[in-house]
């Protein structure tokens, strides 16, 4: 299981491979995740790499393993001998293209997180220059997503299958009782507040809209930002979280969650988090957080609505009761995205990977034969 990005932080593509990774090992399977690594490289299940670099692109940063080592990446794979390799986002160098060369004997799946609204037509055209020589070597694709299908797609000539993300419901659980706190609200922000296109800043603005209404609330921030996270009354910045178990604990104890992404998201992993924790939500009104979302336990708002997220708020403030209605409907939406599910949906992937493998390795020797 090949990640591009560096595992020392939290990220949604890590969390997908990590998971599928653990499901897998609890059906049999022998599973090695591989990735740069700039803490440490090496634990059970775990292959780290070195070599990592920060490039800022699609509105967020990305730490990649520019400057790995191939003759390290190859030791590795050789000595593995795989028998399927299961690459995340096949186009983010440079780990993903070492795995997929110095794994020969294996069968190729890949995975597509990425979505943006808007792509240059730089960008598409090193996509499709990458694509033409990287993406024919795979056997199998998949996408998180519609959203990510479609954005694939332009690049991607064959059918993808679609495999959400998914939530451990047994770790993302419902408080045992409701919170007692009066008449304030306790609203919940989950993200790398230090990336654009996660819109804290418009969440923000509609904090200071509701302090200006008389609203009361206190807002909690979990998640990197810069150094010194700025002053506001009313909002507490928890930084990165150490674990699931903790970030559970913030989702229980929040009465309302709130995503203002401005775009560029496929799915929305932090939703899928909170509705399993039974919370309402108050989220972007944008393609990958519409198709994760239960209408009826969710508020969309536009995307970059500062007055749309505040009216959202207050409405919901003022009726618990329909609070708990929308989180009781979001745990059971949460519970079809179980990760033992969507595991097993990976898998057959994967057996049908292997399969045309096998096809086409007799095709092969059926020719030499023919030949001889």
Known sequence: MVVPYDVAEEGGVKRHAFHVAESLRGMGDEVTVVGPSSRGNRSPGFQGF???????????????????????????????????????EPLVPLLPYYALWFSPRAAHVCTFHTYTEREGYSSRAMRRGLASRMLPRFERGMAVSQPAA????????????????????????????????????????????????????????????????GLRFHLDVVGTGASNAPEHPG????????????????????????????GQESFGIVLLEAMACARPVVCSD?????????????????????????????????????????????????ETFEWVEITRLVREEYLGALAQRWEGTLAQVSLLRANT
């Open 150 to 213: 479609e954005y694939a797609a332009r690049i991607w000539t064959r059918p993808l299958t679609v495999i959400p993300n998914g939530v451990p419901t047994r770790t993302f659980t419902p408080p045992e009782r409701a919170p007692s706190r009066g008449d304030s609200l306790r609203l919940l922000f989950v993200g790398h507040w230090r990336d654009p296109r996660k819109g804290l800043p418009f969440l923000l603005e509609a904090c200071q809209r509701l302090r200006a209404s």
């Open 50 to 88: 070195g070599g990592v670099v920060n490039v800022p692109a699609n509105g967020a940063a990305n730490h990649m393993a520019l400057l790995t080592r191939p003759w390290a990446v190859r030791r590795f794979f050789l000595a593995g001998d795989f028998d399927v390799v299961h690459v995340h």
């Open 235 to 262: 909002v507490t910045f928890h930084g990165p979280v150490t674990s699931e178990a903790v970030l559970a604990e913030h989702y229980r104890r929040c009465d309302l969650f709130v995503a203002p992404a401005t």
């Open 286 to 334: 944008i393609p990958g957080y519409r198709l994760v979302v239960d209408p009826a336990g969710a508020r969309l708002v536009p995307p970059m609505d500062a007055s749309g997220l505040a009216l959202a708020i207050t409405d919901l403030a003022q009726d618990p009761e329909r609070r708990g209605q929308m989180g009781r409907l979001n745990r059971i939406r949460a």
